[in-house]
């Protein structure tokens, strides 16, 4: 039976629940909105700030978090690690063309709590992270190190074969099976492996875990309240590793889209230079608009986001436009070019926006590409909310906004007004619904259709009039027959009936 107490100290719980999670989610808005503005390669260069630190790569990344949830942990350091892991994944870019994070815990069986691609959106996956259940059981990390590689780190559940590979173990006590093998596998697969140990953890045994250098991937700590205490550095590293595939970012623009164009000099220690413009063209435009995930190019101009003293990249980009990568273009090399102050690249791309199913290109259902194309949720839209869709498709004002009903109920993308009002890349203001019921249909003012009346049609009327005019001046001009003449004569009102008399009167004394 419960009593008075249990029934309060319930109600309490149930309350403070939605309340942890507002102010959660709202703590990671602020990282967000905080990194809005910051450079989209690395982390702001590694930056950290009041509230943590915010990896802004454009990299695509893979991470397998494997959480030990075994007895010895206990309900309270659990709550802890929950914790730790929402601030952990609320430091990334999640979405299916950048950072995809999936979980296993495990005891003696490991068990999938979601795959890499179950969470295709921050929110959802911070509500699933805080909602994490404690298992308890024995500790079987060998076992569990076999798991992820052959049930996570796989095509069919999420894994993308231009990602960065990374796995990372959170455990707080020596393994009861096996451990070096199973990561010996994972990093023969190209996996980098990332070892957190608390309490009684096996150092020697993370570290034969972890992928080298050790300073970087070993994490040891005395307990679970202390897992805060690594948190910034433990990301930092993951961002670092996410951005070791990433060749090309725009840096000090508005969002992913825009910025001034920098390119990895040196893989190894992750040296950047900014690229000249004269070594630089539409077509190489095309492949870095591409390259990251971005529409077409609309801008690019020297000097456009700022100078730097970095030093410039000393090739020059031979893309043909298609390639899907700049590293994948051709470059010539030029080591004795320099290039004069203002002449950075300045790079900004169109957010990836289209409107299909209309009568023209400025007309029907919006899609919004982040991986895939998808629809736009049609609820609570405006024609000030569509405005600057239609100025990203060059399609003038917003002339019409409104739902369709859409019976398939697929995933569509919410859209946060307030975040693309205050500028940012529209791509990065939408929230993955998993499924709507209306779809957004948008009608902008479309350019051709006002070129075709201010230019076209003045122009279909003066060659209507010239072939008017030299059809009458044919007819004119032609000698008419005994029966065309009598007919051009009752026509001919230049001609008054008065003169005509005149002249009949004249013949006629002639002939006298």
Known sequence: MTSPTDKKRQTVHLDMDPLLMVLLLLWSSGLQAEGKHKSTGLWAEGKRNSTGAHCETTAKADIMLLVDGSGSIGLHSFNFLRSFLARLVSVFNIGPDRVQIGLVQYSEDPKTKWHLNTHQTKYSLLMNTYNLPYKGGGTMTGRALDYILLKNFQSNVGMRADSQKIAVLITDGESQDDTFLPSQNLKNAGIEVYAIGLNDADKNELRSIASDPDEIHMYIVKDFSSLKDIVDGLTISICNSANSLVFARLVNGTGLCSGRLEVKSNQSNQSWSSVCEDDFDQQDAEVVCRELGCGAPSVLQGALYGEVEAPMWTKEFQCGGNESALLDCRSSGSDGNTCSSGKAVGLTCSDPVRLVGGSSRCSGTLEVKRGDWRPVDGSDWTLTSAVAFCRNLNCGSAVSAGRREDSSNR???????????????????????????????????????????????????????????????????????????????????????AEGGSAEEEGAQAEE
């Open 411 to 497: 995933s569509a993308w919410k859209i946060n007004f307030d975040c693309v009002h205050s500028g940012s890349a529209l791509g990065e203001c939408g929230t993955l619904l998993s499924w709507s019921s209306s779809t957004l249909e948008l009608t902008c003012s479309d350019p051709a259709a006002f070129i075709i009346r201010l230019v076209v049609l003045p122009l279909i009327l003066l060659l209507f009039n010239t072939v008017i005019y030299f059809i009458f001046k044919t007819t004119r001009g032609k000698k008419p027959g005994p029966q065309e003449n009598i007919e051009v004569d009752y026509y001919n009102l230049g001609v008054s009936r």
